[in-house]
């Protein structure tokens, strides 16, 4: 009697432990997100971070999930992003999502800058996840303390053909840690074994909220940075007479990286209104003689006003362009209406995948909270050949062509051929000139995404992952990082899987007492329940504010390869730290 009893009070806290690691996502489609953090890497498009909201689910909420969408293959666009289309991967809450922030990718690894809210200073260490291994880990990167959770209302662009990624931004005035931060942040993914970084202060804007993007010019590239808001500026509009202020969208930040030097071009044309929290792109002509960056949406808090126009800034010859889009539903909700917020990406230079934004009417957001409403669509698609909005996201909509509107004002054709290759007058300094008439040849890339890279092929919806088969299991991927670095999600596999277990053998221990319970105690009691004793040895369940979450010390349990689509939201786990810290 006493080892039933001992089994079913054992029983009882290992169904408290499973029915807690199985708590399932956030169901139906995801109506709704807003300042997530958004990148491409491999064919398949990424986003974490920031609020969601979910048919039938989670409203408003911030999400401990990775999420991705296979741009190998098609799916309706328009609208709320289909939960058949929408795969997640489980991200330990020692990680942290956090609001915006940036992702810099290098080879097969993501890596995420300023996303984890929980440290309370600047550290050293970044986030990674290799989307090969399926694991997460907390790298070292040398050059000073550079990752700060309140950094994450600024500029940010990434270049995953060399590992590159950049980051300008001072963070938000006012932010729960009160920092200002100067300069670019340079973030080398080159070598995974060497993480690099630098914080560039020499001249660089201080901004927040603005776009920036990567241009293969020069001789490691360029970066052009514009709008947002200049955070040193006075006010008369706020009590404090402080620090915002829109900026000229005439006004264009040009960074060579080669030389680490900021320069400013004033283009021409139609200039865009005044505007933060605007996202764009950039399309490469065939033969590399213009590059388009298209932008879409913004805000502007002293005018009350969002945007829902597409303007496109052709390089080099600095000019702006209203695009008369098609196709675009948002213009027939009335005046004054717009978006904000929402994050972008281009796939092939041919369509850019818009997800997510908050949408006003006014100065009134209506879209968010439990409010799924498929007048504001979660994601949309432009096609950056015709700027027409889509209703299918398609693989392959063939090459990108200069469209008609931007070849009929620098010259050429679809194919190229610009004619114009500076600004009307000229570039203002002699420097400008040699960095814009040397073009760094574009990597190759197709619907598998860049030349020599993997394309992930998830293989079926069981699958949380878009990596093959033939390199998912490898633990010696010459892109995967084999130093300096804690594995998260190998150890979250192996306690999820150990559960399991543990649940079969239990089962099969109940289903013997049950079967035996009439025999005389040999002593099995005392070994059953040792056993219960060294596989049972969680702590007391400590439920946060939502009711579903747990704390666990891992310990040494093992690695593990997590590979399915596993339902743990709100299952947090602590790891240490590189210097000792815990979550």
Not at 35 to 51: D, H, P, Q, W
Request: with cysteine; net charge negative.
């Amino acid at each position: 009697m006493r080892s039933s009893l001992d089994f079913w009070r054992c029983s009882l806290v290992l169904f408290a432990v499973l029915c807690d690691a199985t708590v399932p996502p956030a169901t139906g489609d995801m109506c709704f997100a807003i300042n997530e953090r958004v990148t491409i890497l491999k064919g398949a498009l990424y986003f974490m971070g920031g609020s969601y909201s979910f048919v039938n689910g989670d409203t408003n909420s911030n999400e401990q999930f990775l999420y991705y969408l296979n741009l190998t293959t098609s799916f309706p666009v328009e609208g709320f992003i289909p939960v058949n289309s929408l795969h997640s991967i489980p991200v330990p809450s020692a990680v942290g999502t956090g609001n915006m922030g940036a992702f810099f990718t290098s080879g097969d690894i993501l890596y995420s800058y300023s996303s984890n809210p929980t440290f309370p200073y600047a550290t050293d260490t970044i986030i990674a996840y290799n989307t090969v291994t399926n694991t997460w880990s907390n790298e070292t990167v040398s050059g000073g303390a550079l990752n700060i959770a309140g950094r994450n209302a600024g500029f940010t662009t990434t270049n995953p053909a060399t590992g590159m990624g950049f980051y300008m931004g001072t963070g938000s005035p006012g932010d729960q840690h009160s920092w200002d931060i100067e300069g670019l942040l340079v973030f080398n993914g080159s070598d995974p074994n060497d993480l690099k970084w630098t914080n560039v202060t020499a001249n660089a804007p201080i901004v927040d909220a603005g776009s920036m993007a990567y241009i293969p010019l020069s001789k490691e590239g360029v970066l052009i940075a514009y709008g947002g808001v200049d955070t040193t500026a006075t006010s008369d509009e706020f009590s404090n007479n402080c620090c915002y202020a829109t900026t000229d969208m005439s006004i264009i930040n040009v960074y060579d990286i080669a030389s680490s030097t900021w320069y400013s071009v004033t283009a021409s044309g139609q200039i865009p209104p005044q505007r933060e929290q605007q996202c764009s792109v950039v399309s490469v002509s065939p033969d590399s003689s213009s590059f388009q960056v298209t932008m879409y949406q913004g805000w502007n808090l002293f005018e009350g006003e969002a945007f829902e126009d597409v303007y496109v800034l052709t390089i080099p010859s600095f000019r702006w362009v209203q695009i008369s889009d098609t196709g675009n539903t948002e213009q027939s909700l009335g005046q004054n209406t717009g978006r904000f917020g929402g994050s972008c990406a281009i796939w092939n230079d041919r369509q850019m995948v818009v997800v997510g934004g908050g949408f006003r009417i006014g100065s009134t957001q209506v879209n968010g909270g439990t409010s799924c409403n498929t007048s504001y669509p979660a994601i949309r698609v432009l096609d950056t050949n015709t700027y027409a909005w889509q209703t299918q996201f398609q693989s392959d909509l063939g090459a990108y062509e200069v469209p008609e509107a931007v070849y009929n004002l620098i010259g050429g054709n679809g194919t190229g051929g610009a004619t114009a290759t500076g600004p009307v007058g000229g570039f203002n300094n002699s420097n400008l000139e040699k960095i814009f008439a040397l073009t760094i040849t574009p990597v190759t890339t197709s619907s598998t995404g860049a030349t020599g890279l993997s394309t992930p092929t998830p293989s079926s919806s069981s699958s949380s992952h878009p990596s093959s088969e033939s390199g998912g299991s490898s633990p010696n991927s010459s892109n995967s990082p084999t130093k300096k670095s804690t594995p998260i999600g190998a150890i979250v596999g192996a306690v999820i899987g150990g559960i399991a277990v543990l649940a079969f053998i239990l089962g099969g221990v109940w289903w013997y007492l049950r079967k035996h319970s009439s025999r005389p105690d040999s002593g099995t009691t005392s070994n059953t329940n040792k056993s219960y004793s060294s596989y049972v040895s969680y702590p007391k369940p400590e439920l946060d504010g939502r009711g579903g979450s747990r704390t666990m010390g891992l310990g040494e349990m093992g690695t593990g390869d997590e590979r399915t689509e596993l339902p743990v939201r709100e299952y947090h786990y602590t790891y240490e730290l590189h210097d000792g810290r815990t979550d």
